[in-house]
């Protein structure tokens, strides 16, 4: 069996427009991988196609691409199920630096500006600053996500109003930092997030869930960060 | 070398107009369909038009009434201020929330003196 895909290319020194390029791969293996596949052109057919894998298990977050117009991850995707031919393009509303490779600079850059970071300003304790089991639970669902930005690509108030908005992912981190029993920056936090554009963008589509690989929920995260907001305020 | 966006901080606003567009969205929702209902029964001649008047008239009535045109004026403003700040580049953004803003406090103004004139 043979899996047909329609891979986005991209090369700015050579194209002067993009172009889709037909590859056919064989099945190989039972379970096979859209990574797998990509692996497979690029090692035998084709060396220039050019994309970005490091772990290739859901872990490092670099194989976030547009698979049949949804955002996910080349190396948890099975090719099994996916409509063939199957169409690949770089995440959306990026830069694109070559065929499927995004600039990410802008978003990572809105990720350091939520300080993702321990901030507590009590004298460190001679060992380590604790957490009950309880307060390390407050965290699941949020530190689960590996910053591979299927879900903030696939915001459309990202794409409109991404050089103010947050979107999804960062948004989730910086609730995670709100809900981390350890840290004592909250109120900081707060007056850094509160902004009709940097947070009140959302509208709660719900792309960001639909999105992402990890099955993580940012919307919830963001009316989470809302709710603290209404709360010191009232 | 890393680039780094400028970040102007934050303009702590944002949280009063989600605020109001929730609590307008629930006055809203038990205030409107009564608009409904009284147009229908006159509609259907279970209510006249001189009783329809006379119930507009009583103090009640005023003040809900009163509360549903403030409640609609905000909602729209802001669901109006919403979009454009969502879809409109920010060179017009400002005028074009102004207008809104101005011609939706006339229209609330206006149906207001309508509300508290009538019959005096």
Known sequence: MTIQLNIYRFNPENDSKPYMQHYEVAMSKKGMKLLDALNDIKWNLDGTLTFRRSCGEGVCGSDGMNINGVNGLACITPVEGLKQPIQLRPLPSMNVIRDLVVDTTHFFDQYRQIKPWLQAYTPTPEHERLQSPEERAELD????CIMCGCCTTSCPSW???????????????ADRWLKDSRDEAAGERLDQLEDAFKLYRCHQIMNCMEACPKELNPTKAINHIKRMLLNRQS | MVKYTKDLGSAHSGLSDWYLQRVSAVILALLLPWVFVLLWTVALDSLSQQALFALLDSLAVRIAHTLLILALTIHAYIGLKV?????????IRVLLMGMVMVGMGL?????????????G
Request: charged letters at 15%; glycine letters at 12%.
């Open chain 2, 83 to 91: 979009m454009i700040e969502d879809y409109v580049h920010r060179g």
């Open chain 1, 141 to 144: 669902g949020a530190y689960e």
């Open chain 2, 107 to 119: 229209f609330a103004i206006w149906w207001l003196s309508l509300i508290w004139a009538w019959g």
């Open chain 1, 159 to 173: 794409w409109w109003n991404g050089d103010r908005f947050m979107g999804p992912a960062v948004l989730l981190q």
